[in-house]
């Protein structure tokens, strides 16, 4: 009986050497449970898979019991779970789990966890008696398949959802895929022409000539960009603003075409209308001693009248193939009254500057009113405008023998403002200058002082570099240059930021405040790229207070905890509204109207890419604030 009592355990030893080898070299994250949900063995895999060493294993696997995790029902893969320790083999969803969570809930906040995407699967194993001696949890690490699943499907999403149609073809001409917008255009499903030749689909006009060109440009400029009139699935003409470009694959050689059409029939109906509209009045439009122009809806010329030629000294010909914003002396001034216009407002005796062909600024006073079609849809502008530049001239004359007298009492301060510019700058110059002359008297000695002349180029050195940083802060911030994350004074780096704003902050009469903590540790970060993220925080407090009474600015710093520091933005704006915030952060999503929703999304990636945070908040009375936490630099030890 001994003998085979010791054969069986012998072979019981066996069986769990071999189970724990099979544990170890197993790539799955895998832990065993006792029936009450306690951890009793866990494997290397599930060490790297949560970010733990063996040590912090065992204090989590003290603490921690399966069936009473709150994670897992906030997941709602509690009910799959029991099941499990009821005795049936389960298999779960993938769930993204935190184990840093798990941590703190279980009280050991000091320890930090990785998370992760996991698909787990839970084996009940059952002795002779079918009674539950333990489970085995096995799980797959599929975060980075869940990256890509995310990115692909946004990728689809935004292809589909884009307004113009893609298109992309190989070198057969065989069509490889069509987006939803192209449906709409030409009237065919992708299942419909999938597989099929270009040629079958699109029946273009001029095909083959067109077919040369566009190859040409492609190998002469790398793309094609033209004009096309297409034949839809139902028979109908569609006009078609098209752009194509060669696909390569990794080794630069070509497998196909990829194109991007617009729908521009309408636009080529609304010309047409436009010009028969014109014709009608071409003789009264033509002898009119006042400046007519008409415009289309892209603010493009049209149509001139002679005495516009004259105006701007343009032939007529090169008047219609330039746009609004060619001659506009201030373009960024009349914006408003361009979208006034395309509103369907009218705009009466309007004051703007225009250039001549010539370099000349004049002033016009314009009448404009909108243009539409049968159906009422805005078409285009016409514009009628007075040459009041003489009249201009003399009431600027006027207005400076006022200013002259009524800003006599001013010369005084005025000439101290001067003086104090200039001796920024000429300070150093003129310390430049004496130390040379200095230096050049030493040099001529029989026996000169070296140490003193030395003494000398040192001053002549520091100065010019205290001239030289009047401008450099500005030339830093505009060059391109590589990322270079250096150790940084955060508050050092605000100030340069708010010195680059300060007459905006002037100019919208934005009272500032700063609070920064003095001797905070160093940041490591791109200097350019966070001057970048601060700059724009700034810009938009401005543009969010630009319709509020009270206009008020408070920026702070401080120490947030012993690994990072925090910058406080406080604006007293309109603040951020509820609907939209979980959005503020993602790309292509503003709230401004001209905005492409890339700036919030820019600074995100940014603070990432240093290891930080930034979020918004609203403030309780009125406004929001934004918060940026950046990992304190640690200094190596010498």
Same mark, same amino acid.
């Given at each position: %009986? ?84 009821? !005795? ?109 030749? %270009? ?38 003409? &569609?006009?078609?603003?098209?752009? &194509? ?12 075409? &990829? ?99 010539? !370099? ?117 911030l505009m060059k391109k240059t590589e990322s270079k994350y250096i150790p940084l004074k955060i508050n050092v780096i605000i100030e340069e930021v708010l010195s680059l704003a300060h007459s905006e902050l002037i100019i919208e009469n934005i009272s500032l405040s700063q609070q920064f903590e003095k001797n905070l540790p160093k940041v490591k970060a791109d200097r350019i790229q966070l001057q970048q993220v601060l700059l724009n925080l700034i810009v938009n407090a401005v543009d ?50 001209? !905005? ?43």
């Amino acid at each position: %009986m001994n003998d085979k009592r010791k054969v069986a355990e012998e072979v019981v030893h066996e069986s769990e050497k071999r189970f724990r080898n099979l544990m170890e070299q197993s790539p799955l994250g895998i832990a065993i449970f006792t029936p009450e949900g306690q951890i009793t063995q866990v494997n290397n895999a599930w060490f790297q898979l949560w970010g733990v060493n063996e040590e912090e294993a065992a204090q989590i696997i003290s603490r921690y019991n399966l069936l009473t995790d709150k994670q897992i029902v906030d997941l709602g893969v509690a009910p799959l779970i029991r099941k499990a320790f009821d !005795g049936e083999p389960v298999v779960l969803p993938p769930i993204e789990y935190s184990g840093q969570r798990t941590v703190e809930e279980i009280g050991l906040e000091d320890l930090k966890a990785n998370s992760a995407w996991i698909q787990g699967h839970f084996f009940p194993v059952k002795n002779e008696n079918q009674e539950i001696e333990f489970v085995v949890n096995t799980n797959v690490d599929i975060t980075n398949l869940k990256q890509a699943e995310d990115k692909l499907r946004y990728q689809s999403t935004l292809l589909e959802n884009i307004s113009d149609a893609v298109i992309s073809h190989d070198l057969d001409y065989k069509i490889v895929s069509w987006n939803q917008t192209a449906q709409k255009i030409f009237g065919w499903k992708a299942e419909e022409v999938i597989g099929r030749s %270009m040629r079958e689909v699109f029946r273009t006009e001029n095909a083959d000539i067109k077919r040369e060109e566009m190859l040409a440009s492609i190998d002469d400029k790398g793309f094609w960009n033209d004009e096309v009139t297409q034949i839809r699935k139902d028979g109908e003409r &569609v006009h078609i603003q098209s752009i &194509v470009a060669r696909i390569t694959n990794d080794q630069g050689n070509a497998v196909g075409f &990829v194109g991007v059409a617009r729908d521009i029939t309408d636009r080529k109906q609304a010309e047409e209308v436009l010009h028969q509209s014109v014709e009608k009045y071409r003789g009264i439009f033509d002898e009119s001693i006042v400046t007519i122009y008409v415009f289309d809806e892209k603010k493009h010329f049209i149509d001139s009248n002679q005495a516009g030629l004259n105006l701007l000294g343009y032939s007529r010909d090169e008047l219609l193939s330039m746009s609004i914003s060619d001659v506009d002396a201030n373009p960024v001034v009349v914006l408003p009254a361009h979208k006034q216009l395309l509103s369907g407002e009218n705009i009466v005796n309007y004051e703007h500057q225009l250039r001549r062909k010539d !370099g000349t600024i004049i002033t016009v006073l314009n009448n404009s009113r909108s243009l539409t079609d049968s159906e009422g849809n805005i078409i285009g502008m016409q514009s009628t405008l007075i040459d009041i530049t003489e009249h201009k001239r003399a009431e600027e004359d006027l207005r400076q023998l006022r200013e002259e007298l009524l800003h006599a009492t001013r010369v005084g301060t005025i000439a101290e403002l001067t003086a104090a510019l200039a001796h920024e700058i000429n300070h150093p110059l003129g310390s430049i200058l004496n130390n040379a002359n200095a230096a050049k008297r030493f040099l001529e000695n029989e026996k000169p002082d070296l140490d003193e002349i030395r003494e000398i180029i040192a001053d002549i050195i520091s100065e010019d570099k205290r001239a030289n940083d009047v401008i450099q802060k500005l030339k830093d911030l505009m060059k391109k240059t590589e990322s270079k994350y250096i150790p940084l004074k955060i508050n050092v780096i605000i100030e340069e930021v708010l010195s680059l704003a300060h007459s905006e902050l002037i100019i919208e009469n934005i009272s500032l405040s700063q609070q920064f903590e003095k001797n905070l540790p160093k940041v490591k970060a791109d200097r350019i790229q966070l001057q970048q993220v601060l700059l724009n925080l700034i810009v938009n407090a401005v543009d969010a207070m630009k319709e509020s009474k009270v206009k008020n600015l408070s920026i702070s710093t401080s120490k947030k905890d012993s690994q990072n520091i925090i910058v406080c933005m406080v604006d007293s704006g309109e603040g951020i509204d509820k609907n939209k915030k979980d959005n503020l952060f993602k790309p292509f999503f503003t709230t401004k109207k001209k !905005g492409m929703g890339m700036g919030l999304s820019i600074n995100k990636t940014i603070i990432k890419s240093f290891g930080g945070d930034i979020w918004a908040e609203n403030n309780k009375d009125r406004g929001a604030s934004f918060f940026i936490t950046l990992p304190i630099h640690k200094e190596k030890s010498s």
